[in-house]
């Protein structure tokens, strides 16, 4: 059987500050660079690029 999960806006909105809490506090220990953390928490971080390519056919008139 399929389990449902709801969105809780407030609940999301307590996790990312609890994580913004843990980064600012990382950063201030020394314990990870800005760099670290801004190749952590961004965009594509939560993707496993297993195998990827990126094509580029140019098109003339």
């Given at each position: 059987?399929?389990?449902?999960?709801?969105?809780?806006?407030?609940?999301?909105?307590?996790?990312?500050?609890?994580?913004?809490?843990?980064?600012?506090?990382?950063?201030?220990?020394?314990?990870?660079?800005?760099?670290?953390?801004?190749?952590?928490?961004?965009?594509?971080?939560?993707?496993?690029?297993v195998?990827?390519?990126?094509?580029?056919?140019?098109?003339?008139a």
């Open positions: 059987m399929m389990q449902v999960r709801y969105y809780d806006p407030a609940q999301r909105q307590e996790e990312k500050e609890r994580q913004r809490a843990s980064d600012a506090s990382l950063l201030s220990e020394g314990r990870v660079s800005r760099s670290e953390l801004r190749e952590r928490n961004g965009f594509f971080s939560s993707v496993e690029i195998e990827s390519s990126i094509s580029f056919q140019e098109v003339f």
